[in-house]
């Protein structure tokens, strides 16, 4: 069974910086990708940021130069380095990982920046 679980989210002020962490049921290199995708209130889901397992990248023009996505194979765990944030990053945010030919998701992670 593949579960995805995310964590670090919470109340930030504008400016300011969040890490999430996305913990993986196994090897994240058994994912032909993982990535974060967001829905605020009253929107549709949108991708946020992408990792191939040959570790291409790939970002939403929204959040370029803000947010890295990152990942760490020891321990299964991929990252969101969220820097710079603003009320419009305001959502849950979602871990999704594509496992033979299946897509997972997270629980999900509130994200809420606001002065």
């Known amino acids: 069974q593949v579960q995805l679980v995310e964590s670090g989210g919470g109340l930030v002020q504008p400016g300011e910086s969040l890490r999430l962490s996305c913990a993986a049921s196994?090897?994240?290199?058994?994912?032909?990708?993982m990535a974060w995708y967001r829905q605020a209130p009253g929107k549709q889901r949108e991708l946020v940021a992408r990792i191939r397992s040959g570790a291409n990248t790939a970002y939403a023009d929204s959040v370029k130069g803000r947010f890295t996505i990152s990942r760490d194979s020891a321990k299964n765990t991929v990252y969101l380095q969220m820097n710079s944030l603003s009320p419009e990053d305001t959502a849950v945010y979602y871990c999704?990982?594509?496992?033979?030919?299946?897509?997972?998701w997270g629980q999900g992670t509130q994200v809420t920046v606001s002065s």
């Open positions: 196994r090897s994240i290199f058994a994912f032909y990708t």
């Open positions: 999704q990982g594509r496992y033979s030919s299946t897509d997972y």
